[in-house]
């Protein structure tokens, strides 16, 4: 059985652009936190965006993700499941790797870095068959609670992974496949992260017409800033369907105006990606 450690976060320089996110993202949560003002997105939306990331999954993880808490990881995950806890050699993987994650913080600190390894490889793991996304969100959002601030317990993960599906999922794929390449899923799970946050925000003082229009234009400028590879309108369109095709045509143009963006190509064969 494969060993856990991960001790060479404390010697890893991230690129610039993940050392960037990162940063970002405590930022924005540090901010969050001193306004308390989130948005407060509720329990079923994130029980329908593991359901549709995850339909064969077993009934009762989405419920624990959106129960979980402090270190209750996996005794509701056992619970959820109901069926006479996890499997042995899987639960002792996943032990393996908590206990390493433990060893880590208490010489490093908290660390989002930490986290996203110990979230990857439980999804590696899969103490639960047929549902490793739901896995590593859930050990994901247990670990962000217990590390704080308190608002990660509404950030929603499974819901921002599932708009945004076309950028994450194919990482997380080949995070499955392929033996763990921790610094090159940092990055996307920053991203994950950081889009969660920004949900939820509100800007109160704003009119209501006004919050909306602005946050559309949000969701379509992060996506293509935070694409790892050029990008479609179609592709926005799939991953934003509340968003209209006139205004994400729109808000790339603005970005590609303003130098926000590139276009490459012309007509359907346009790419967008970060300017």
Wanted: proline share 7%; glycine share 6%.
């Amino acid at each position: 059985m494969r060993r856990f450690d991960y001790s060479f976060l404390a010697a890893l320089a991230l690129p610039e652009d993940a050392a960037a996110l990162e940063a970002s993202t405590k930022a924005l949560a540090s901010r969050l936190e001193g306004s308390r003002v989130w948005a407060g997105r509720g329990m079923e939306s994130a029980a329908a965006a593991l359901k549709r990331l995850e339909p064969k999954g077993p009934p009762g993880l989405a419920q624990a993700l959106a129960q979980a808490e402090e270190k209750d990881f996996l005794h509701i995950l056992a619970s959820a499941l109901d069926e006479g806890g996890l499997e042995q050699e899987k639960s002792l993987a996943l032990g393996q790797a908590l206990s390493a994650y433990d060893s880590a913080r208490r010489s490093q600190g908290d660390s989002l870095g930490l986290i996203a390894c110990a979230a990857l490889d439980c999804a590696r793991i899969s103490p639960v068959p047929g549902a490793p996304l739901g896995c590593g969100l859930l050990l994901a959002r247990s670990l962000l609670c217990q590390a704080g601030p308190a608002l990660w317990a509404q950030a929603p993960l499974a819901e921002t992974f599932w708009r945004y599906r076309c950028l994450f999922r194919p990482a997380f794929q080949k995070s499955l496949r392929e033996e763990p390449d921790y610094a090159a899923f940092l990055p996307v799970f920053f991203a994950l992260l950081y889009l969660s946050l920004r949900a939820l925000e509100k800007t109160p003082s704003a009119p209501p017409a006004t919050r909306r229009r602005g946050a559309k234009r949000a969701l379509i400028e992060d996506f293509v800033r935070n694409s790892p590879e050029p990008v479609r309108k179609a592709d926005i369109c799939a991953a934003l369907p509340q968003v209209s095709p006139t205004t994400v045509e729109a808000v790339l143009g603005a970005m590609v105006k303003s130098g926000a963006a590139k276009k490459l190509g012309a007509a359907r064969n346009a790419r967008y990606v970060r300017g």
